[in-house]
């Protein structure tokens, strides 16, 4: 370009952002350019970029021609779905799980159009452009009314034309946000600001949701999942306020349920057992990949999500994660013959020594998992897929854990009997070493017993008789180890000094490696009981120590040690 000469760039809006289409000399021909291209409907935006090269060669630029459309509602179809949470109320379609039922049921929607729930129904543009797509709208809420009929009785009819008017009332609030004259502008980073602006104009109950809508303008304008996250975290300021706080985490659990979302965000992963670990790894903050374009955010989010400050984005991790684990797509597509090998993988980084990452759902999705790896499959494989699960998983407190889990499920109820007695199976053991690994210390072993004791008293979902007597089993094993190992005997060995023999056994009692109320326990406190009894026990106890401050000191430290141990 010469001196003192300009240019003119044509550029068409793509996505997210601006391509240069051509290049013309004068601006009349540029300007022809751009009206040619934006007669064309599928054209969001055109603007004309003028270049001029100044005498000192430097170019300056400047836009003299800008015009947008709002992005034509796409084609698309609902996702069919089975469940849907029954909302009596208009607000109960703002929670969390009627946003997780909006993003299953408009998934395709959502993924073509990169909305979140919450700016789909806290911005009445995106409200009102999803309810004039053909048939979409009226097929979805013709598919939650019929679950929600089933699920309470009514009419579909009756249910149907009262979802219609909820969302027609949440439509004219959306409305009526759009056009108020003093809802703030959400500028910078600093969100807190725009919540204490939203307080001073609005009633108490309705802060959230303005706040919402204020948030959902800015999200709207970022057209790709991880510039939308990317924003999310400059607004997150942990150190302030909780309530904030939770308005960001539930823009996030919209976002990690978009599958799309959650995959850009996650980064490259060789295989679906990799991304279910992934997922686990990123509900409890230790999620690291390199691979990820959104590790920076990661690193801001994970730690709030693993200390519980972001429940919802948590819940709705781990509901994608039970999605994903329960349908029959390959774990290990490339290399079908170490599916089972993918499996013990993900069921590993499921459990934990309390249960599973998820709870009961977890345990019923790997059930249905294991049912599509056996002949036939499905719903008749779910028997045979319990004792599938059991012998992929050789370790006991795994298999405790699992079927503890299974009992407290949906899927649990149809499948008790067979539950309860894989549970009678795996107790009717000899003795303890034949429950535990093998080569264990003896504190380990009972630790490990104890383990299985505290699952099995926890489940909710075994019945109190079988519970009782499963818990007997234990105990019965767990004391006649204690009698024939001597343990107790050895910690209270009668060569040692009383001082040395009463601290041992207080603090075995103490270190909860036996259930508190069990008879085991009992044998170790009748121990120390017998001890206490002795004539003299105190001054016994500090013989041969003659400060009197050390003494009581002593003293002080061992009846410390007592109340620890549950004696009073």
């Not at 370009?1 to 289409?21: I, L, N, P």
């Not at 540029?30 to 054209?43: E, H, L």
């Not at 009332?169 to 009526?176: F, H, I």
């Not at 790894?281 to 374009?293: N, P, T």
Request: hydrophobic content about 40%; proline content about 5%; some cysteine.
């Amino acid at each position: 370009m010469a001196a003192g000469r300009a240019s003119f760039e044509v550029q068409v809006f793509k996505e997210d952002h601006w391509v240069t289409e051509e290049v013309r000399e004068t601006e009349s021909s540029a300007r022809s350019v751009a009206r040619t291209i934006f007669s064309r409907r599928s054209c969001q935006g055109v603007r004309i970029i003028k270049n001029w090269e100044r005498s000192d060669g430097l170019v300056t630029e400047s836009v003299i021609f800008s015009e947008q459309r709002e992005p034509e509602a796409p084609q698309v179809s609902i996702v069919p779905i089975e469940a849907a949470p029954v909302c009596r109320k208009t607000s109960d379609y703002y929670r969390l799980e009627s946003r997780i039922t909006i993003n299953r049921l408009f998934r395709k929607y959502l993924e073509k159009v990169y909305l979140t729930p919450t700016e789909l129904i806290h911005n009445y543009k995106a409200l009102q452009k999803v309810q004039q797509v053909d048939t979409l709208f009226p097929a979805a809420v013709d598919r939650v009314a019929t679950i929600q009929a089933r699920a309470v009785g009514d009419e579909p009819k009756g249910r149907r034309d009262e979802v219609f008017r909820s969302v027609a009332q949440m439509t004219q609030k959306a409305r009526k946000a759009e056009e108020h004259p003093q809802l703030p502008t959400l500028k910078g980073g600093d969100f807190n600001r725009v919540v204490e602006r939203v307080e001073q104009i609005a009633p108490p109950d309705e802060v959230d949701y303005y706040s919402l809508v204020v948030l959902s303008r800015d999200l709207v304008q970022h057209r790709n999942w991880l510039g939308k996250l990317e924003r999310l975290v400059q607004l997150t300021d942990p150190d302030k306020r909780e309530d904030v706080l939770a308005l960001i985490d539930g823009v996030v659990a919209d976002l990690v349920g978009v599958p799309s979302a959650l995959q850009d965000i996650l980064g490259y992963q060789k295989n679906l057992a990799q991304a279910l670990c992934s997922i686990a790894d990123l509900c409890e903050g230790r999620f690291v990949s390199e691979k990820s374009d959104a590790r920076e955010q990661i690193a801001v989010l994970g730690p709030l999500i693993a200390q519980g400050r972001m429940g919802e984005t948590r819940k709705a991790l781990i509901e994608r994660l039970q999605i994903q684990l329960s349908s029959a797509q390959p774990l290990n597509r490339h290399n079908p013959e170490q599916e089972r090998d993918a499996f013990r993988e993900v069921a590993n980084r499921m459990f934990r020594s309390d249960g599973f990452l998820g709870g009961p759902n977890t345990a019923a999705a790997l059930t249905r998992r294991f049912s599509f790896m056996l002949e036939g499959g499905g719903k008749a494989a779910l028997p045979n897929a319990i004792g599938g699960v059991i012998t992929a998983m050789p370790d006991t407190q795994f298999r405790i854990a699992y079927l503890t889990e299974l009992a407290a499920s949906e899927l649990g109820t149809e499948l008790s009997n067979e539950i309860f007695g894989q549970l009678r199976h795996l107790l009717r053991v000899r003795d303890l070493d034949a429950l535990v690994p093998g080569g264990s210390p003896p504190r380990d072993k009972l630790l490990y017993a104890t383990r299985l004791y505290t699952n099995i008293e926890s489940a909710a979902g075994v019945p109190p008789a079988q519970r009782e007597q499963m818990l007997a089993v234990l105990d019965g094993l767990l004391s006649t180890y204690l009698k024939r190992t001597g343990l107790i005997e050895r910690l209270d060995d009668p060569t040692q000094a009383l001082c040395t023999r009463a601290t041992r056994l207080v603090e075995f009692c103490a270190a909860g490696l036996l259930p508190p109320a069990s008879k085991a326990q009992a044998l170790s406190r009748e121990r120390v009981v017998a001890l206490l009894k002795q004539p003299n026990f105190d001054m016994r106890f500090i013989d041969g120590t003659s400060d009197l401050a050390q003494c009581e000191e002593v003293l002080r430290d061992f009846h410390a040690l007592l109340v620890r141990a549950g004696f009073r």
